[in-house]
C-alpha cells in the first residue's frame, strides 16, 4: 500500500529560482517538484504538490487532506511567522505534519525566528536548501510505517 502526502507551498515560492537566488538557490518550483516525485517514487510514497500565494487556499488544501492525505509536508513561506489560521488547520490534520524552509529561518531576521505552524509540526526542517523537501519525504516514509 502507497501512502499519501500532500506537498503544500505557502507564497512567493512560486517565483524560486527567480528570487532572492542568494538565499533560495537557482533552482525552480518545478524542479522541486520533480526531485520530489522521484524521492517519493523511491520511497514508495504517492505525492500531491500545492502552491498558493492565498491563504485560504492552502487552508482548503490541509482541510482536504484530512480526508485524503497520510500526511503533510508543508512550506508555509511568510505564512509561517503570521497565521494562527493555519496553524488552526493544521491542529484538524490527524497525521504527521513535517515544516520545510529552505533557507535557516534562525539565521536570519528576528520576525523569522517564531513560526506559529512549529507548534503542531512533528518535525522542522530548516536550512538545508530546497534538499529539505527530500529530507522530509524520507522522513515521512518512516514516520507513516512506523
Ligand atoms: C521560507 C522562509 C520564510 O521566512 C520566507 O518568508 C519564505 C521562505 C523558506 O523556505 O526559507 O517565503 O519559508
Redo the contacts with the bound molecule.
Keep these: 500500500m502507497s501512502w499519501l502526502i500532500n506537498i503544500i507551498n505557502?507564497?512567493?515560492?512560486n517565483f524560486l529560482g527567480k528570487r532572492e537566488p542568494e538565499?533560495?538557490g537557482k533552482k525552480t518550483l518545478k524542479d522541486v517538484e520533480k526531485s520530489c516525485l522521484e524521492t517519493a517514487k523511491d520511497n514508495n510514497l504517492k505525492i500531491k504538490f500545492f502552491q498558493s500565494n492565498a491563504e485560504h487556499d492552502l487552508i482548503d488544501w490541509i482541510h482536504s487532506s484530512r480526508e485524503e492525505a497520510n500526511g503533510i509536508i508543508i512550506?508555509?513561506?511568510?505564512f509561517?511567522?503570521t497565521s494562527i489560521a493555519i496553524l488552526d488547520a493544521l491542529t484538524l490534520f490527524e497525521g504527521p505534519i513535517i515544516e520545510?524552509?529552505?533557507?535557516n529561518?534562525h539565521k536570519?531576521e528576528n520576525f523569522?525566528h517564531h513560526s506559529y505552524v512549529s507548534q503542531k509540526a512533528t518535525a522542522v526542517i530548516?536550512g538545508f536548501g530546497i534538499d529539505g523537501y527530500n529530507i522530509a519525504i524520507r522522513k515521512m516514509a518512516d514516520l507513516c510505517s512506523s
Design positions: 505557502g507564497p512567493n515560492l538565499l533560495y512550506n508555509p513561506a511568510a509561517s511567522h520545510v524552509h529552505i533557507s529561518i536570519r523569522r530548516a
